[in-house]
């Protein structure tokens, strides 16, 4: 039951140009989401959230949309430097504990 | 802040061997995470605890998995007897308050040969 799905495994972007990452969900109970960053030999970092509240939150190059009627997501990275090469995944936690699904992940290249 | 630390940071082993992957989570999160990565189904969560007390096991794939926190500075993924299917990075993950994000070790590698 994949209810965080990220279904593009791949992106390549050249340097300077936008990457948009995309991620659709299942569950309407989800109340926030994030996205990690991570690159190879290392655990994910945390790099954005979004609560579900709101359509968009910005961090400097970094922007997360969220769509809710189509259950929908999307991590913006403008302008793309190679060192944004990473795999991204989208995650949201539910529940009191707040059990964390991830998606699959998108594996972005971004080439100098 | 140390961040979490998992040991070790790889694993080479055996079919039939048991293996035990440790974990310390960052001090003070209350909140503990056991996580497998693979190429084909990404993050699994396999199971994780609040307050050392193991609430959701669900995804621990079959009983040679095990998992244990005695104490909130220490958990365990024990996998006995290991078999090649079972390779793959094994993440340890700890988070403090709600909604805040959770913080990832490095990962153990492991492979079953």
């Known amino acids: 039951d994949q209810q965080v799905k990220q279904n593009s495994p791949s992106l390549s972007v050249q340097e300077g140009r936008i990457s948009i990452l995309n991620c659709d969900y299942t569950n309407s109970m989800f109340d926030y989401f994030l996205w990690y960053k991570k690159y190879p030999a290392e655990g994910p970092t945390f790099l954005i959230s979004?609560?579900?509240?709101?359509d968009k939150n910005e961090d400097g190059r970094f922007t997360v949309f969220l769509n809710k009627s189509a259950k929908h997501l999307s991590l913006h990275i403008v302008p793309s430097q190679p060192g944004d090469s990473a795999v991204y995944f989208c995650?949201?936690?539910?529940?009191?504990?707040?059990?964390?699904?991830f998606g699959i992940g998108t594996k972005l290249q971004v080439i100098p | 802040d140390a961040g979490v630390i998992q040991s070790p940071r790889h694993e080479v082993t055996e079919m039939g061997q048991e293996v035990t992957l440790r974990c310390k989570p960052i001090s003070g999160h209350n909140s503990l995470f056991w996580y497998r990565q693979t190429m084909m189904r990404g993050l699994e969560l396999l199971i994780y605890?609040?307050?050392?007390?193991?609430?959701?096991d669900s995804g621990m794939p079959e009983d040679r998995f095990s998992a244990k926190m005695p104490n909130a500075s220490f958990s365990t993924l024990k996998i006995q007897p290991s078999e090649p299917r079972d390779s793959a990075v094994y993440f340890c993950?700890?988070?403090?308050?709600?909604?805040?994000?959770?913080?990832f070790g490095n990962g153990t590698r492991l492979t079953v040969t």
């Open positions: 979004i609560s579900s509240i709101k």
């Open positions: 605890f609040n307050n050392n007390v193991p609430i959701d």
């Open positions: 993950a700890s988070k403090g308050s709600y909604n805040s994000p959770l913080h």
């Open positions: 995650a949201a936690p539910r529940g009191g504990y707040q059990k964390v699904t």
